[in-house]
């Protein structure tokens, strides 16, 4: 039986974070199953589809990941529902900080109320990562500075034709 993990996130836009998290993921488990949130809640930058594409693009076209080990979705369901239907016991989460960990515990304890079978598993982007948060990228970019080590190359062409 094949290792399912669902990894939930904005993803608004991809980082090297992410996508460190991502990577090592993919040592633990057969597939990963990226899922970017289409809540109603959060004003993005990308919409659903857009922020779907850039995704693809990073990880197949600019990092050559094996795409048969990654599925790319978009979803507004709970996580919870997602772990059913990809028939995963397993939620990835990415921690960067401390200041991250007490939501991050908060909301898998909530999961774990949700679906008691569903496991919450850390993992931290490597040190030269952990600063990044996609808020920052975006800000970054948004007064024109240079984002080259936050982010892909077609992450980086996406986020300039949104600012231009």
């Given amino acids: 039986m094949k290792k399912v993990a ?9 980082t090297y974070g992410h996508i460190d ?3 090592k993921a993919l040592k633990l488990f057969d ?17 659903a589809e857009e922020r779907i594409e850039i ?3 990073a990880l197949f076209s ?7 080990k990654v ?3 978009t979803f507004k369901s709970l996580t919870t529902d997602l ?20 939501y991050e515990f908060q909301l898998a304890g909530m999961n774990r109320k949700l679906n008691n079978n569903i496991e919450t598993i850390f993992l931290m982007s490597d040190v030269e990562n952990q600063i990044i948060s996609s808020k920052f990228v975006k800000e970054i970019i948004r007064l024109k500075g240079n984002i080259n080590k ?8 996406s986020l300039k034709e949104k600012y231009e």
């Fill in 6 to 14: 669902i990894y939930p996130g904005t993803f608004d836009p991809i």
């Fill in 21 to 23: 998290v991502i990577k």
């Fill in 31 to 47: 597939k990963v199953v990226i899922a970017a949130s289409d809540g109603n809640n959060k004003n993005y930058l990308f919409n």
């Fill in 55 to 57: 995704v693809k693009k």
């Fill in 62 to 68: 600019d990092l050559k990941l094996d795409n048969r």
């Fill in 71 to 73: 599925k790319i979705i």
């Fill in 83 to 102: 772990c059913k239907k990809y028939k995963s016991n397993i939620i990835l989460r990415g921690l960067r900080a401390v200041s991250d960990f007490e």
């Fill in 150 to 157: 936050f982010t892909t190359k077609s992450t980086i062409k």
